[in-house]
């Protein structure tokens, strides 16, 4: 999961590289929706499959079966999802920087924040949302359809607050991140209520 979507944003960074003139298109304005359809894309890609793991041995069932706290499959599931977000933005975002030739005024840590807060709203409801399609014969097709009009709160605020953050002087990005926070805040929340009723259908 973690080398297709890393190897995808790859792909996306040589593509528009190629494919743009940095030397007579000033990719500024377009720069952090580009960042963030490819990290939303490439979470598409690995997270529809977080539980499709467990259907060929059927070991979905025993972690039904198995005695504890139900939630910490979950948690689990999303924990890991979100390290495999992180490491990947880690390690790509320099490569838009430098192919792109994006100038960088120094906000690490608000760039950072952004880049965990962004991450978190995307696996959070791609670990929620491959749950509830596991099960259904074209589970992939629904968890795509389901998942891309939910994210695009994270889709806008995020790249709102990539924007702020990267233009020169640097903006006020916390409008945008404290709406990233309420929704992941909420979609965080609504797993813990959901989760037993997922379990039982």
Same mark, same amino acid.
């Given at each position: 999961?973690?080398?297709?979507?890393?190897? /995808?944003?790859?792909?996306?960074?040589?593509?528009?590289?190629?494919?743009?003139?940095?030397? $007579? *298109? $000033?990719?500024?304005? *377009?720069?952090?929706?580009?960042?963030? #359809?490819?990290?939303?894309?490439?979470? #598409?890609?690995?997270?529809?499959?977080?539980?499709?793991?467990? &259907?060929?041995?059927?070991?979905?069932?025993?972690?039904?079966?198995?005695?504890?706290?139900?939630?910490?499959?979950?948690?689990?599931?999303?924990?890991?999802?979100?390290?495999?977000?992180?490491?990947?933005?880690?390690?790509?975002?320099?490569?838009? /920087?430098?192919?792109?030739?994006?100038?960088? %005024?120094?906000?690490? &840590?608000?760039?950072?924040?952004?880049?965990?807060?962004?991450?978190?709203? &995307?696996?959070?409801?791609?670990?929620? =949302?491959?749950?509830?399609?596991? %099960?259904?014969?074209?589970?992939?097709?629904?968890?795509? =359809? =389901?998942?891309?009009?939910?994210? &695009?709160?994270?889709?806008?605020?995020?790249?709102?607050?990539?924007?702020?953050?990267?233009? %020169?002087? *640097?903006?006020?990005?916390? =409008?945008?991140?404290?709406?990233?926070?309420?929704?992941d805040a909420i979609f965080l929340a609504l797993p813990l209520?959901?989760?037993?009723?997922?379990?039982?259908?």
């Amino acid at each position: 999961m973690w080398v297709a979507m890393t190897a /995808f944003v790859v792909m996306v960074v040589f593509l528009f590289a190629f494919a743009l003139d940095t030397n $007579r *298109v $000033r990719l500024a304005s *377009v720069f952090p929706g580009i960042l963030w #359809m490819s990290f939303l894309l490439a979470g #598409m890609i690995g997270m529809s499959r977080t539980y499709a793991h467990e &259907i060929p041995e059927d070991t979905l069932t025993g972690l039904v079966l198995a005695p504890g706290d139900r939630m910490a499959i979950f948690l689990a599931k999303l924990t890991s999802a979100f390290l495999f977000m992180a490491v990947m933005e880690l390690l790509t975002t320099p490569l838009f /920087f430098v192919f792109f030739s994006e100038p960088w %005024n120094g906000e690490w &840590i608000l760039l950072g924040m952004t880049l965990a807060l962004g991450g978190l709203g &995307i696996v959070e409801l791609a670990t929620l =949302l491959s749950a509830v399609s596991v %099960n259904l014969k074209s589970a992939e097709m629904v968890f795509m =359809l =389901l998942l891309f009009p939910l994210e &695009i709160p994270v889709l806008i605020t995020t790249v709102e607050a990539t924007t702020a953050i990267l233009s %020169n002087p *640097v903006g006020n990005p916390w =409008l945008w991140l404290h709406g990233l926070l309420a929704y992941d805040a909420i979609f965080l929340a609504l797993p813990l209520l959901l989760y037993e009723y997922l379990w039982e259908v």
